[in-house]
C-alpha cells in the first residue's frame, strides 16, 4: 500500500512539475498503441486475403464470369474483391474502359488502407515536440530554483533537470515506435496496392481474353496483299 502510495504520489509530482506535459504524452502513447493494433489486425486480414485471391485466379479460365463472381463473393470482406466485382460488371467493353472503371474503384478503396495513417505520423512528430517542451519547462524550473535558492537548493536544481530529461526520454520512446511501426504499415500498404494492380490485370487479361474479328477493310487489304505477291503469269 505504501509502495503504491508512493507511486501514485511520484506521478502525480512529476505531471505537475511537467505542466502537464508527460500525462499528455501518455495519452499519445496509448492513442498510438490502439492505432497499431488496429492497423495490423487489419493489414494482416487484407494481404492475406490477397495472396489467396491472386491464387484463386489463376485457377480462372477466361470469360469464366461465374467463377469470378464466386471469387469476389468468397472475399468479400476485402478491398480487393471490389476490382473484380467492378471488372465482372464493366465486361463487354474494351480492355480500356474497363481499365477506366477498375482505377475508379481502385482508388475508392484507398482511404481504407490509408484510415488512421496521419493520426501515427503526426503522434511521431508531436511526441519529440512534447518531450522538447518539456524540457523547457524542466530546465526554466531549474533556473528559478538557482535563483531563488542560490548554490544550496542542489536538490531542486537536479528535480528540474530530471523532469525535463524524463520528457524527453517519454517524447523521444513515442517517436521511435511511432516512426517504425509507420515505416511497416507503409510498406503492408505498397503490398495491398500491387495486389490491387495485379488482380487488375488478370482479371483484364481473362475476360477480354478475345481474338476480334477481321474487319471487311482488313479483308480486302490482305486479299490485295495476296495478289501482289503472287507471281507474274500464275
Known amino acids: 500500500m505504501t509502495q503504491s502510495t508512493s507511486l501514485i504520489d511520484f506521478i502525480i509530482e512529476i505531471s ?22 488496429e492497423r495490423f489486425y487489419y493489414f ?16 480462372v479460365k477466361p470469360q469464366n ?10 472475399y468479400e470482406n476485402a478491398p480487393q474483391s471490389r476490382i473484380i466485382t467492378a471488372a465482372v460488371a464493366a465486361r463487354g467493353q474494351s480492355p480500356e474502359a474497363m481499365d477506366r472503371q477498375i482505377e475508379e474503384t481502385l482508388l475508392w478503396q484507398l482511404p481504407k488502407l ?3 495513417m496521419w493520426m501515427l505520423d503526426t503522434a511521431v512528430t508531436l511526441g519529440p515536440l512534447l518531450g522538447l517542451f518539456g524540457t523547457i519547462i524542466g530546465m526554466v524550473e531549474s533556473f528559478s530554483a538557482i535563483g531563488l535558492g542560490g548554490a544550496s537548493s542542489t536538490g531542486a536544481v537536479t528535480g528540474g533537470i530530471g523532469h525535463a530529461l524524463m520528457a524527453t ?49 482488313d479483308r480486302a487489304a490482305n486479299n490485295v496483299n495476296t495478289a501482289a505477291l503472287k507471281p507474274q503469269g500464275a
Request: proline share 2%; net charge positive; aromatic share 4%.
Open 114 to 116: 490509408d484510415r488512421n
Open 169 to 217: 526520454a517519454v517524447g523521444l520512446m513515442i517517436a521511435i515506435i511511432g516512426v517504425s511501426l509507420l515505416n511497416y504499415f507503409n510498406k503492408r500498404i505498397r503490398i495491398a496496392m500491387h495486389q490491387m494492380e495485379l488482380i487488375k490485370v488478370m482479371v483484364i487479361n481473362r475476360l477480354c481474353n478475345t481474338v476480334a474479328p477481321t474487319s471487311g477493310s
Open 65 to 74: 464470369v461465374d467463377q469470378m463472381t464466386q471469387v469476389a463473393k468468397h
Open 16 to 37: 505537475i512539475l511537467s505542466g502537464g506535459l508527460i500525462p499528455l504524452m501518455f495519452v499519445l502513447l496509448c492513442g498510438v498503441i490502439a492505432i497499431v493494433i
Open 44 to 59: 494482416h486480414r487484407v494481404v492475406k486475403a490477397g495472396e489467396a485471391m491472386e491464387h484463386d485466379l489463376e485457377l
